[in-house]
């Protein structure tokens, strides 16, 4: 099993930055790609970011890219999302998860551990 959780979430005003991090724990070397997603009240989960393990390919939702940047930190089994430019359409729960794929993934189904979400919150 591998455990993952989110840190960093809070509420901000429109403009600033958020930076998530999310640490795992575990089994760890059985796991590769890492991805973030958010979910906002009434929506679906939707993607936000991925990163793949040992070259740090990246992939972005269209409506972040630009503003959020993915990194890991593969010694620490820690993955951040650094958040600028936050808007209130921002506002959602975070999710880290982690993938036994070794290529960047985008889909939900693709990931095998799910972090406990973290609330962010862009005020106006």
């Known amino acids: 099993q591998v455990q993952l959780v989110e840190s960093g979430g809070g509420l901000v005003q429109a403009g600033a930055s958020l930076r998530l991090s999310c640490a795992a724990s575990?089994?760890?070397?059985?796991?590769?790609?890492m991805g973030w997603f958010r979910q906002a009240p009434g929506k679906e989960r939707e993607f936000v970011a991925t990163i793949t393990k040992n070259i740090g390919l990246t992939a972005y939702a269209d409506s972040v890219k630009g503003r959020f940047t993915v990194t890991r930190d593969n010694a620490k089994n820690t993955v951040y999302l650094q958040m600028n430019n936050l808007k209130p359409e921002d506002t959602a729960v975070y999710y880290c998860a982690a993938s036994r794929a070794s290529t960047l993934a985008r889909v939900r189904d693709l990931y095998d551990y799910w972090g406990q979400g973290i609330q962010v919150t862009v005020s106006p």
């Open positions: 575990g089994r760890t070397f059985s796991t590769n790609t």
